[in-house]
T-cell receptor
Framework: AQSVTQPDIHITVSEGASLELRCNYS??????LFWYVQSPGQGLQLLLK??????LVQGIKGFEAEFKRSQSSFNLRKPSVHWSDAAEYFC???????????FGTGTRLKVLA | DSGVTQTPKHLITATGQRVTLRCSPR?????VYWYQQSLDQGLQFLIQ???????AKGNILERFSAQQFPDLHSELNLSSLELGDSALYFC????????????FGQGTRLTVV
């Protein structure tokens, strides 16, 4: 069965520090992978996606993610965090040929000034 | 702004009642997805429609139903409401029925009292 694991429920970083949010997935083949961000009271905004090709993908707001097939991971990174990045981040997998997306439980990011 | 519009933003109703949540997808998107976000279950896929037809069902209760109309807007009907149905209900849309990213609305927060 497909699944997505985000092992870190909460992460706190200082403004200007680098960030890495972890995501591991379980799927029999190469899935479609996504990172979404949810600010308080807001919907989910797509940060970036991986379908195929270059395993390092660039997204909006200075985020990037790297697909590592051998580790079944799709970690999200940002070199320098801004206070406005405080939000909840969701990793999702969309199985090729099927219709639904499976979401991880989310990682809540807190940014210290 | 994702282009997906959900109404109402907030809804408070009593147990046993019935409510209807509405979603207008992005212009040109034929596929609509409904998700439920609760503290204990996280983001759960409920159901998907594509061009008026049901395409996939997830963890949707029998008390819940949905439909997509010819103008592509969708409605999620929740009946015999229970306290545990209190959640944030998201609608998302995509161009095709699979294998692409979905764009989420801001959600409808349902509170059952």
């Amino acid at each position: 069965a497909q699944s997505v694991t985000q092992p870190d429920i909460h992460i706190t970083v200082s403004e200007g520090a680098s960030l890495e949010l972890r995501c591991n997935y379980s799927y029999g083949a190469t899935p479609y992978l996504f990172w979404y961000v949810q600010s308080p009271g807001q919907g989910l905004q797509l940060l970036l996606k991986y379908f195929s090709g270059d395993t390092l993908v660039q997204g909006i707001k200075g985020f990037e993610a790297e697909f590592k097939r051998s580790q079944s991971s799709f970690n999200l990174r940002k070199p320098s965090v801004h206070w406005s990045d405080a939000a909840e981040y969701f990793c999702a997998v969309g199985a090729r040929g099927t219709y639904k997306y499976i979401f991880g439980t989310g990682t809540r990011l807190k940014v210290l000034a | 702004d994702s282009g997906v519009t959900q109404t109402p933003k907030h809804l408070i109703t009593a147990t046993g009642q019935r409510v209807t949540l509405r979603c207008s997808p992005r212009s040109g998107d034929l596929s609509v997805y409904w998700y439920q976000q609760s503290l204990d279950q996280g983001l759960q896929f409920l159901i998907q429609y594509y061009n008026g037809e049901e395409r996939a069902k997830g963890n949707i209760l029998e008390r819940f139903s949905a439909q997509q109309f010819p103008d592509l807007h969708s409605e999620l009907n929740l009946s015999s409401l229970e306290l545990g149905d209190s959640a944030l209900y998201f609608c998302a849309s995509s161009v095709v029925d699979r294998g692409t990213e979905a764009f989420f609305g801001q959600g409808t927060r349902l509170t059952v009292v």
